[in-house]
């Protein structure tokens, strides 16, 4: 009797320290949310943060390139692509000349055919009506800001688009912020860099056909 005492005592201590021991480790390693914490705390201490976002800066512009360019468009036509901020000079053997430009800020792009009606160099600025009233500062020029004075915003050169209705408002001319150059940043106008301007200005003829998309 005091035997199987002893034996039942042994087993039962056993149990106790064996199994339930082993039972409780197991549960707490794979189950509690302290060891989920502490495995996450530990995958995530391999993680490296930066203390400042990474800043991309904008590619610089090298100037016009010469590609393939394949329309049924002719020779000297003019082709600007919004989304691309891009315009297209069409040459002849499938070329064309890829110039990068600012083009109208969202409520103010637009797209059509039209031609260039009229150039001027070192044009006259008059800003809009409708300008005018975002900005009151520009009323002193309602009347035209004189061309050549290194605040006109049309720069040394610009080309008029016109439509069957006449004038639409809207021109190719150089600017005084190349910074905006391949961004949509103007008010519905074509903006290229003064240089690149000067030449496609000299290169285009009055009646040249305009496409926007």
């Known amino acids: 009797m005091i035997a199987r005492r002893s034996f039942l005592r042994i ?12 039972n409780a480790t197991s549960i707490f390693d794979s189950f509690t949310p302290q060891s989920k914490l502490k495995k996450r705390l530990k995958i995530a201490g391999n993680i490296k943060f930066h203390a400042k976002p990474v800043k991309f800066k904008k ?6 390139k010469t590609i393939d360019f394949s329309t049924p468009e002719k020779p000297g036509t003019l082709i600007i692509k919004t989304d691309e901020r891009a315009l297209y000079q069409i040459l002849s053997n499938g070329k ?7 083009v109208g800020k969202e409520g103010f792009s637009w797209a059509g055919v039209a031609k ?4 001027r160099e070192n044009p006259v600025w008059t800003p809009p ?4 009233t975002r900005k009151p500062e520009y009323a002193k020029w309602a009347n035209g800001m004189p061309g050549g004075l290194p605040i006109n915003p049309l720069g040394p050169r610009a080309m008029y688009l016109f439509n069957k209705e006449g ?6 001319h150089g600017t005084i912020h190349p910074e905006s150059i391949g961004t949509a940043a103007s008010s519905g106008c074509i903006r290229m860099l003064n240089k690149e301007v000067i030449e496609l200005f000299d290169q285009t003829k009055i009646g040249t056909k305009v496409i926007v998309i």
Do not use: H, W
């Not at 590619?59 to 016009?64: I, K, R, S």
């Not at 260039?116 to 150039?119: A, I, L, S, T, Y």
């Open 116 to 119: 260039v009606g009229m150039k």
């Open 96 to 102: 064309a000349n890829r110039y990068s430009v600012a």
């Open 59 to 64: 590619p610089t512009y090298e100037g016009y």
């Open 129 to 132: 009506p409708e300008m005018i």
């Open 167 to 172: 004038d639409t408002g809207f021109r190719i």
């Open 11 to 22: 087993l039962a201590a056993s149990f106790i320290a064996v199994p339930l021991q082993a």
